[in-house]
T-cell receptor, first 115, second 110 residues
Framework: NAGVTQTPKFQVLKTGQSMTLQCAQD?????MYWYRQDPGMGLRLIYY???????DKGEVPNGYNVSRLNKREFSLRLESAAPSQTSVYFC??????????????FGPGTRLLVL | QKEVEQNSGPLSVPEGAIASLNCTYS??????FFWYRQYSGKSPELIMS????GDKEDGRFTAQLNKASQYVSLLIRDSQPSDSATYLC??????????FGAGTRLFVKA
């Protein structure tokens, strides 16, 4: 039981390049999330998915797109990377479909540097 | 005003002491409150959750919630060097919008 896995662990991009961050969970959770963590800012929600086939914007969605490929997988795409997107990206999942009172389980993170 | 505020620290306590971590939040409609621990370079992991006013104890950890004062705290008794980490307060009001504080760094001196 691996929990939440993320690939890649580390990536360097040039401004304007695109990439997709992959996330998968094996806990049969319904909800999945993408966060970014910057120094002094805490975790900020980019997008979330309450169930397979649905996605919604979080606090900082601009410059990102997501796909809930199936119940297990939730990907985050940067179409044209900018230096402001340099951050650590965490994927998380939770069991329910309401978000309330739900513990979130986090993946190991992807460290992204945009030059 | 930030929605969830924490003192960034570092909070330094000697081994065996009680560490007290505090968090205030702005949304009076908040319903769920969480404390996550994050070691340097690692992902957050849940320590405690609390949903109603009062205290909730789990081993060496006690979470305290006061909705009237919009205040939630985490006490760590008998602090150990292995408790040295950043502690994130997270508040959930409605649906999926969980707001995280920036975290308090705790350092436990051996």
């Amino acid at each position: 039981n691996a929990g939440v896995t993320q690939t890649p662990k580390f990536q360097v991009l040039k401004t304007g390049q695109s990439m997709t961050l992959q996330c998968a969970q094996d806990m049969n959770h319904n909800s999945m999330y993408w966060y970014r963590q910057d120094p002094g800012m805490g975790l900020r929600l980019i997008y979330y998915s309450a169930s397979e086939g649905t996605t919604d914007k979080g606090e900082v969605p601009n410059g990102y797109n997501v796909s809930r490929l199936n119940k297990r997988e939730f990907s985050l795409r940067l179409e044209s990377a900018a230096p402001s997107q340099t951050s650590v990206y965490f994927c998380a999942s939770s069991a329910g479909t309401s978000g309330t009172q739900e513990t979130q389980y986090f993946g190991p993170g992807t460290r992204l540097l945009v030059l | 005003q930030k929605e969830v505020e924490q003192n960034s620290g570092p909070l330094s306590v000697p081994e065996g002491a009680i560490a007290s971590l505090n968090c205030t939040y702005s949304d009076r409609g908040s319903q769920s409150f969480f404390w996550y621990r994050q070691y340097s370079g690692k992902s957050p992991e849940l320590i405690m959750s609390i949903y109603s006013n009062g205290d909730k104890e789990d081993g060496r950890f006690t979470a305290q919630l006061n909705k009237a004062s919009q205040y939630v705290s985490l006490l760590i008794r008998d602090s150990q060097p292995s408790d040295s980490a950043t502690y994130l307060c997270a508040v959930n009001g409605r649906g999926f919008k969980t707001i995280f504080g920036a975290g308090t760094r705790l350092f436990v001196k051996a």
